[in-house]
Structures are given as C-alpha cells and as structure tokens.
C-alpha cells in the first residue's frame, strides 16, 4: 500500500518528536498510511565547526542520532518498513517522554545500554546493537537525508513532511511546542495542508520557539517552555 505521509525524522530532536505525536493523532483520526524515513541532522551538519557554531551538547546528541538512525536502518532491513515506526515510537517514547537524567550530553542514547531495553520491549533481536557501529548504513541516511532536502531546499531541519508522495507537497515542520487534542490535531492538520498546498508559497516563519512540552525537557504537559531564539533553523551560536 502506498504511503499518503513520508515522515523523515531524526530520532533525538525534540520537535521532530512533538510533530510525530501529532502526526500520529492525525494518522488515526484519517486512517493514513506513514512512512518513517531518515534525515540525519550529524550529516545535515557534517561541514559545521560544532564546537564555534553550537552548544557543547549538540555534537554528542546528533552523533547519537545518526547511531539511533543506523539501527533504524538495520530493522527496517530485516523487519520491514512498518517496524521503523514502533521503533521510532520507543525511542522517542525513552528520550522525551520520561524524566530527564542528570548531566546526561545526550551521547548515552546511542549507546548499547540505552537501546537494548528498547529493542527487547519491541520484542527485537538483542543482535540489533551491533548496527550502531556499523557505519555501512551510513550511506542509505545520507541518501534519505539528500532525499528530504531536494523536496524543500537546504535552510531547513527535522521534519520533513512530504504529503502523498511523489508528486505532492512537502516542507519542513510544522514546528510546534505543544501537543494538540485528536479534534485540535485534526483542524492544525487541515489548515497547514491549505496553506502549503497554495501555489506560489514559500515560508512562514518565526525563530522565538517554546521549549516543548516534553518530560525529558523538564516541560509538563500543563506547563509552557521558555522561549529561546532559534535563529538559523537551530540554537547556533552563530551562523
């Protein structure tokens, strides 16, 4: 059955995850058929200095995503495509949804620790930690991550959602901070489908991002992040 959603996600950034969730809702409401597919923000930022452009947690994070999209790779080749999204579901579920460790760089995630009580709750083969050091998949991610950025063009991040797929629309987003009900999910649905359907339109857009409303975070549900400027797609230090 062909895909009327292709989801490209990385698996440790925040926003792609509050959009997922989201998606999820609208998925169920609409009865859509998703495809979790990979853009790697370690390789999105490959030509970057991290240590002059972002903040001391980035490169261990990102590096740790593109470990995490490896063993994504590795059960999407021997599980089938379908079962990216229950992965991608316990792993978001593991960094965001529960509270956050202490000092914790962000480098334990793509870590065998970190993976193998995920994998064996998926009811996975404990073998699949091996795919974390197997740099094999990297070429498959960079050409997934390539993939995404020809629908959008380049001055963007994660996710990318491409809208039934070949010929329909994607863009990057929408980026938000905070989770809507089934019916507000649907209506958010709807009215950014109208907008980026329109021919001719390009961007809408703000820098000033709520932190989400994420456990992992240090954000509850009834809570508001605090703002941050995210200038340039990202929190960089500079451009």
């Given at each position: 059955m062909a895909a009327d959603l292709h989801f490209y996600?990385?698996?440790?950034?925040p926003f792609a995850w509050m959009t997922s969730k989201w998606?999820?809702?609208v998925?169920?409401?609409?009865?859509?058929?998703v495809d979790w597919r990979f853009i790697s923000l370690r390789l999105l930022n490959a030509h970057i200095d991290y240590d002059s452009h972002f903040p001391p947690e980035y490169e261990a994070g990102h590096t740790a995503g593109l470990r995490l999209l490896r063993l994504a790779a590795q059960v999407r080749a021997d599980h089938g495509r379908p079962a990216v999204a229950g992965l991608y579901e316990a792993l978001g579920t593991e960094i965001f949804d529960r509270d956050p460790v202490p000092d914790d760089s962000g480098a334990r995630r793509g870590t065998a620790e970190f993976v193998a009580p995920v994998l064996e709750r998926l009811g996975l083969p404990a073998g699949l930690?091996?795919?974390l050091d197997d740099t094999g998949h990297d070429g498959v991610i960079q050409a997934e991550t390539d993939e995404a950025l020809a629908l959008t063009g380049k001055d963007v991040g994660t996710p990318i959602l491409h809208v039934d797929p070949p010929t329909g629309v994607a863009f990057?987003?929408?980026?938000?901070?905070r989770l809507p009900s089934d019916e507000e999910a649907v209506q958010l649905w709807d009215h950014v489908l109208g907008l980026?359907?329109?021919?001719?339109?390009?961007?809408?857009?703000r820098s000033l991002r709520e932190l989400p409303q994420l456990r992992g975070l240090g954000v509850a549900e009834d809570e508001v992040g605090r703002q941050e400027d995210w200038h340039a797609g990202s929190r960089r230090q500079k451009r």
């Open positions: 996600f990385d698996p440790v950034c998606v999820r809702r998925q169920a409401a609409r009865d859509y058929e930690v091996a795919a990057f987003g929408p980026v938000i901070s980026a359907r329109f021919p001719g339109f390009a961007e809408l857009k």
